[in-house]
């Protein structure tokens, strides 16, 4: 089945600083991908829709300001924290789109300190 | 609104017991349900979905509209089931809601 990789796997940073995260499909293109995140002892939550080439869309209570989503191109979205709070530690999932069905990347891990 | 509750944490079943993993739903529309698995330290990833009625691993799942349920079933639990479970529900422009999880722990 399609893959989707997630990078980095693990990132620790100093609070007011920002991080990015890439989401990557391999061998296939990916149109609409998704990002998501997870707090301890909760479900996962969806934070924004990415569509290649317009703005993300985001959900109800996410700051796009915060959390920019950058979908550049076909096989990679990119996931921008910034001026990172020890509040934004959780672990960020994406998602692609393909032939209907969701595949997930492996999440990344974020520690503000 | 939409909205998947998976009543059960965490969920222990001794090897060859039966599983039922519950799971309901709240949506107006016509819905889409799917129960994703996470197995340790791996990605999450899609077990079976309600519109291909098929049976993955053993495991099926019938979407009752009247109870408002899509629970998770399998007849005889093996330990490579141990994992975390989760039950979603597709709506609108394809985004998904999850439940909260539940974790299926299968006892020698």
């Known amino acids: 089945g399609a893959v989707v990789s997630q990078h980095p796997s693990r990132v620790i940073c100093k609070s007011g600083t920002s991080v990015k995260i890439e989401c990557r499909s391999l061998d296939f293109q990916a149109t609409t991908m998704f990002w998501y995140r997870q707090f301890p002892k909760k479900s996962l939550m969806l934070m924004a829709t990415?569509?290649?080439?317009?703005?993300?869309?985001?959900e109800q209570g996410v700051e796009k300001d915060k959390f920019l989503i950058n979908h550049a191109s076909l096989t990679l979205s990119t996931l921008t924290v910034t001026s990172a709070h020890p509040e934004d530690s959780s672990f960020y999932i994406c998602?692609?789109?393909?032939?209907?069905?969701?595949?997930f990347g492996p999440g990344t891990r974020l520690t503000v300190l | 609104a939409q909205r998947v509750t998976q009543p059960e944490k965490l969920l222990s079943v001794f090897k060859g017991a039966p599983v039922e993993l519950k799971c309901n739903y709240s949506y107006s529309g016509s819905p889409e349900l799917f129960w994703y698995v996470q197995y340790s330290r791996q990605r999450l990833q899609l077990l079976l979905r309600?519109?291909s009625r098929e049976s993955i691993k053993g495991f099926t799942a019938d979407l009752n509209k009247g109870e408002t349920s899509f629970h998770l079933k399998k007849p005889f639990a093996q330990e490579e089931d141990s994992a975390m479970y989760y039950c979603a529900l597709r709506w609108g422009d394809d985004k998904i809601i999850f439940g909260k999880g539940t974790r299926l722990h299968i006892l020698p």
């Open positions: 998602s692609a789109m393909i032939n209907n069905e969701q595949f």
């Open positions: 309600h519109i």
């Open positions: 990415s569509n290649e080439g317009s703005k993300a869309t985001y």
